[in-house]
């Protein structure tokens, strides 16, 4: 049986569909880091290797599901945008969807791959962050290391 073309509707409703779900990512991102800094604030500064390498391998795993899925919705998204713009009349040209802000980048990327590359290199950078910060960085020298050391 083909596939009958999606109408202007069902592409517009997959699109913000998309974004719900790439906004959905960042929060859970957000939430896993900054449960991963903390922890690595308050407790695993003083773990021993063992749980650090297990700690960093869970932040590994939950990470590599959400890039996995960002991959995912990040190639349904390209689809829906190519679907736009086949379009007979679109409401909303498919270059102001790619380029939403008014601005010039004078890079060979619309706004949209600009994203999707720049969300791709922050999670990347703060991986390596937090795998320095998890097995090479001295917290000795730390707030949180002098006051559990402190405390009776």
Known sequence: ????PLSQAELLNGLFEALQAIM?????FFAI???YIAG???????????????AFSLLTIGLSFLGGTAAVVQSMQEGLLQAWGKLPAPVIDVAKLRNPMPLESGL???QQELGVVTGWIIGIAVYAALAYLTFLH????E???GRAAATP
């Open 1 to 4: 049986m083909p596939d009958a």
């Open 24 to 28: 959905t990512l960042v929060s859970l």
């Open 33 to 35: 880091v900054s449960g």
């Open 40 to 54: 690595l604030y308050f407790f695993l500064a003083r773990a021993g290797l063992l749980l650090r390498i297990l």
């Open 108 to 110: 060979p990327l619309s």
């Open 138 to 141: 001295d917290w000795s020298k």
């Open 143 to 145: 707030g949180a290391v």
